[in-house]
């Protein structure tokens, strides 16, 4: 059995020629699509960072809780309000 380099030596020049197109052509392919796989991990990646979160409560919860007269604190609000995204900052002021 010949290794790929025999049989590439072997060839004719007009077919080392054909090959090698069709190397640079698989070679584009390759790197477009590893490009657009690298491209959608960084988006991704980016889409829920650490200081981003969703609060999730039942809404008869949040509802009951916000009908009492109550005071609540902002914090207690934002706990009991239903898929409300939060955001965290390292320096609120």
Same mark, same amino acid.
């Given at each position: 059995m010949q290794s790929a380099f025999m049989r590439y030596t072997e060839m004719s020049a007009e077919d080392q020629r054909a090959f090698d197109?069709?190397?640079?052509?698989? /070679?584009?392919?390759?790197? /477009?699509?590893?490009?657009a796989l690298v491209a959608m991990a960084l988006i991704g990646s980016k889409a829920l960072e650490p200081e981003t979160a969703v609060a999730q409560i039942s809404r008869s919860v949040a509802i009951e809780a916000l009908n009492h007269d109550q005071h609540l604190s902002?914090?207690?609000?934002?706990?009991?309000?239903?898929?409300?995204?939060?955001?965290?900052?390292?320096d609120p002021f």
């Open positions: 197109r069709w190397m640079k052509a698989n /070679l584009v392919v390759g790197s /477009l699509f590893a490009s902002p914090y207690e609000i934002m706990i009991r309000l239903p898929n409300l995204p939060t955001q965290q900052v390292k």
